[in-house]
Every structure is written in structure tokens, then in C-alpha cells.
């Protein structure tokens, strides 16, 4: 598997609108549009940073994952995206090590990148995900 930067950091949020205002009047940053996976019940934004992004994540019902994971932990860091060459081959070789993960085949996640998580039990309480992009 070849990591060859971290792609972004999942911010989980609970007011979308007051959180992009705040990264762009006071950090100066620019949202680079809104997105809505219907599936992961998620609204997103991305932030540039150099080479780099935030992602902040807002639920879109009661029961979606940010939502359960605010119920749990507030809001905060939520997940680090990994940037991998090539997602299949690191899945494939992550399954070799027996490696507990949360999706066993990429999916499509926001800005259209291929995207998988690994299991927090399997990183020490860390979500991470990996993001493939084209
Ligand atoms: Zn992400």
C-alpha cells in the first residue's frame, strides 16, 4: 500500500452554516462547495488547506453516523483521510493482515473520490479512511 499524503480531516459539526463562516472569517479559509451523501446521511464541505483539506460534516437525520458520534463525543475530529495510489490493492493487502475493517470495497464518497474506512478497534480509536482520487 502506498500512502502518499493525508487528504483530509473530518471535522463533525453541528451547525454547517456558523462553522464555514467561522473557518472563512477567521482563518481565511474557502469553502469549496457543498455536497450531500444521501447514503452516509451527511452534508459536506471542504476546506483547502495547501495541500491538504478539513472536511467538516454536519447529519442530515437523528440517526446518522455524525449524529450518533456527537451524541457520543461532541463535536470534533471525527476521521483522518489518508491519500492512497491505490485503494483496491491497499484494501486487498489490508485484508492479508487480517486488518478489522468497516468497508470491505471502496464506495463513493464526496468530490467523487473512492473512499473506505478502517475499523477504529483495529487503530486504537482512530477512524481512518482511505481516499483514492483521480
Ligand atoms: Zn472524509
Not at 442530515?60 to 490493492?89: C, M, S, Y
Request: proline share 4%; aromatic share 4%.
Amino acid at each position: 500500500m502506498k500512502i502518499t499524503q493525508i487528504d483530509h480531516i473530518g471535522l463533525a459539526v453541528k451547525d454547517l452554516d456558523a462553522s464555514v463562516k467561522w473557518y472563512e472569517e477567521t482563518l481565511g479559509l474557502k469553502a469549496s462547495g457543498t455536497e450531500t451523501v444521501e447514503s452516509q446521511k451527511v452534508t459536506t464541505v471542504f476546506l483547502p488547506c495547501g495541500e491538504g483539506e478539513l472536511e467538516l460534516l454536519v447529519s442530515t437525520a437523528p440517526d446518522g453516523p455524525i449524529a450518533r458520534f456527537i451524541e457520543k463525543n461532541g463535536e470534533g475530529i471525527q476521521h483522518i483521510a489518508l491519500r492512497v495510489e491505490n485503494i483496491d490493492e491497499a484494501l486487498a493487502g489490508l485484508k492479508e493482515k487480517g486488518v478489522r475493517l468497516i468497508d470491505q470495497e471502496p464506495r463513493y464518497g464526496a468530490g467523487g473520490a473512492r473512499i473506505a474506512f478502517i475499523h477504529p478497534k483495529a487503530t486504537g480509536g482512530v477512524l481512518l479512511e482511505l481516499c483514492e482520487r483521480k
